[in-house]
């Protein structure tokens, strides 16, 4: 009877050690898949701390606003060329939207450059989602211009009638040049921009509410507080174009 015992586990070992069983089970990865294309500048003129990325947000406990910190994110690595492809899987069904964005260290939003609200259909797909994202820019210059100086700041300072308020120019194509190592009009012992200096820039001091010499109130031109840090940190790291 032993015999007969040791027969048998010898032919069930041998079975186990067959190369030619086929794996049953496959791991299949949970959550919503998403591959975007993106033609993408400006990646490289954040500092250290900050990082371009594809994230996903999920909404604020009131449905109402997105959150302030990604659920998750992949940061975008610059080509040569600028074309990316990323792809982002395990992403949880909280996640309501895809953002191309700059985070933080703590993976805080510091701005969305580009976004895309997921549907009710989408977020049920088992298969991975295509997204063409287009041709875009995250330079951070590039935001100040296009979302500052364009949207609040050049309606005085260059696209009045009247020219260009105080000599300074924020339209398009001639802000950098107007400001960076350029001496201000109001106060010439300092520059519009010194790049990594705010004390010794009169956009910061003015933004601020501590340029005497100015008289209209700029402090609110800016809608929030964290507009001004982005122009701050602008200035911080260096003042650059991209």
């Not at 997921?118 to 590039?142: P, V, W």
Request: aromatic residues 8%.
């Amino acid at each position: 009877m032993k015999k007969f015992l040791y027969i048998i586990s010898l032919f069930l070992l041998a079975a186990c050690d067959d190369g030619d069983i086929v794996e049953k089970y496959t791991y299949q990865q949970e959550g919503i898949k998403v591959a975007v294309d993106v033609n993408i500048s400006g990646t490289e003129s954040w500092p250290d701390g900050y990082s371009v990325t594809l994230s996903g947000f999920a909404n604020q406990k009131n449905d109402k606003d997105i959150a302030e910190y990604s659920e998750i994110s992949k940061q975008i690595i610059p080509t040569s060329n600028g074309k990316i492809h990323i792809a982002l899987g395990g992403i949880p069904q909280s996640v309501n939207y895809l953002e191309i964005t700059v985070l933080n260290r703590i993976r805080q939003r510091t701005l969305t450059v580009w976004q895309h609200e997921l549907t009710s259909d989408e977020k049920n797909r088992r298969d991975t989602i295509t997204i063409d994202a287009g041709t875009l820019n995250a330079g951070m210059f590039h935001y100040i211009q296009t979302e500052y100086f364009d949207k609040s700041c050049a309606n005085c300072h260059g696209l009045s009638e009247g020219g260009a308020a105080a000599g300074l120019y924020l339209t398009n194509g001639k802000s950098y040049a107007a400001m960076v190592n350029a001496a201000s009009h109001k106060r010439p012992s300092i520059n519009v921009v010194t790049p990594g200096d705010t004390a010794n820039s009169a956009l910061h001091l003015l933004l601020h509410g501590r340029f005497p010499e100015v008289k209209h109130n700029h402090k609110d031109k800016l809608a929030t507080d964290h507009d001004k840090e982005i122009i701050d940190l602008w200035i911080l790291s260096g003042a650059g174009e991209e």
